[in-house]
């Protein structure tokens, strides 16, 4: 080593991440962008990028700031709570590596998504999404404490066509990337369509497919999906919604004209 190496300091690569904050519900006046550096290091995700400034809450001018607060739990992607605008696309940012979203060592710009009420920072709050799951009995109906025996048998034709929908973990990138849902909107979305048909799939679920089917016939029902498709494009378990979409829709028209056959 030269010694002129040998006296130059030690640079360390750091990552810009640019954060949309807001201090709170009803505070549009409080709404800015932050940046901030931290240290890169091997396979870090944008969760690791955000526990680094939580640690040390200091802006890139240097400036003392309240720590950014997230949602995360499970950090493999499999809960759903992290999800948030990652340069413009909904995502999970647990498996936002840094390394693939800045290969150049761009600034990462992270904000709130935007269909749902803001919290705080980058935390929304979900839950339109599981009362929506509510209105479509989005659940195995079974009454009784007492033993009600084995259940029917499901055949593996059933279960491999059930399985991809039952990977939905309710994170909410299907309704913010849809143009259909917005705050003076009531459709219900491609996530609550989906679970319809899964549970109407199911052997026992079919009992009360006709309910599931009559909450989606209804205002902010299937009739309100406009067919954008861009659901499809940002699920992060690759769910075929729009095949659900248009197996409901074929479900539900069934219903309408020939649903009376079955009360």
Known sequence: ????????????RT????????????QPESKR????????????????????????????EGKKVAPVVWESVCLEEVCGACTMLVNGRVRQSCTALVDQISPEGEPIKLAPMTKFPLVRDLIVDRSRMFDDLKKVKAWIDLDGSHDLGPGPRQSQGNQDEAYPLSRCMTCGCCLEACPQVSASSSFI?????????????????????????????????????????????VCPKEIPLVDS????????????FFGWLLR
Do not use: Y
Request: aromatic content about 4%.
């Open 189 to 233: 979305g491609p996530a609550a369509i989906n679970q319809v048909r899964l549970f109407n799939l199911h052997p026992s679920g079919k009992m009360h497919a006709g309910e599931r089917l009559e909450a989606l016939m209804g205002e902010g029902g299937i009739a309100d999906c406009g067919k954008a498709q861009n659901c499809v494009d």
């Open 245 to 256: 979409i248009a197996e409901v829709s074929r479900q539900t028209t069934r219903h309408l």
């Open 33 to 60: 962008w932050e940046s901030f550096d931290v240290p890169w290091h091997p396979q870090m995700n944008v969760i690791s990028a955000l526990m680094q400034i939580q640690r040390n809450p200091v802006t890139a």
């Open 15 to 26: 990552i810009r991440l640019e954060i949309l904050r807001q201090d709170g519900p009803g």
């Open 1 to 12: 080593m030269s010694e002129d190496a040998a006296k130059s300091p030690r640079t360390e």
